[in-house]
């Protein structure tokens, strides 16, 4: 089961006949997320999300879970954006988490997730991109996004563009980031097919 949320915020929003609305951000498309993450779940997160990509590093790691996920759907249209959370052990930085957006550039949901403070990742696309992912066939050039005044120098914040969707690759510590080698695979979840049964689901997401 999914709970509607602000994509924006973490304030409760409200169903009213004209459709969701956020006491701070006004009308919402909303987020859906699981009380808690775990396979059935991500079944419906898979339905809801339709055509908009659910992206995952694939292969996971040994051990690696999915820890939280979401998806910001009005009915029956096209989801705007998804997020997904990963959280595993890594032999130089402990534990790390990776947190995926794709969205619709405009949506929120990235800077939420980011804790940017901001909608707009300021500096994608100037100067040389500091990693490349593999989405489908696409190497996508990524560029380190400022947290701004934020003195919490606790994770880095990666942001490109794949398709017209912003996609965005939240790493904590920050000196994960590092991980990310031009290898890295990003894979959407919805054609992963009967290899989804391998993924294991648990764990504790960051707060965002
Ligand atoms: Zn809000």
């Not at 602000?6 to 997320?33: D, N």
């Not at 890594?90 to 794709?102: F, K, Q, R, T, Y």
């Not at 990666?158 to 894979?187: M, Q």
């Amino acid at each position: 089961m999914l709970l509607a949320g602000c994509p924006q915020c973490a304030e409760p929003i409200h169903e009213l006949e004209s459709g969701w609305e956020c006491p701070a951000h006004r009308a919402v498309t909303p987020l859906w997320r699981p009380r808690e993450a775990l396979y059935d779940a991500f079944m419906d997160h898979l339905a809801r999300a339709d055509a908009c990509p659910t992206l995952l590093p694939w292969p996971m790691g040994p051990g690696w879970q999915v820890s939280d996920f979401g998806v910001v759907a009005a009915p029956d249209r096209t989801a705007m954006a998804t997020m997904t959370c990963c959280s595993g052990m890594s032999e130089l930085d402990g534990a790390v988490d990776v947190l995926i957006v794709s969205e619709e550039p405009g949506t929120g949901l990235g800077a939420r997730v980011a804790r940017l403070g901001r909608s707009h990742p300021a500096g994608v696309g100037e100067g040389a991109p500091v990693a490349r992912v593999r989405v489908g066939r696409a190497a996508v050039p990524l560029w380190t996004v400022s947290t701004g005044e934020d003195p919490d120098l606790d994770r880095t914040v990666l942001v490109g563009e794949a398709e017209g969707r912003w996609l965005w690759v939240v790493v904590y510590p920050a000196s994960a980031a590092l991980l990310l080698r031009d290898d890295w695979v990003l894979c959407d979840a919805a054609d992963a097919g009967a290899r989804l049964v391998e993924l294991t689901f648990g764990g504790k997401p960051p707060h965002w």
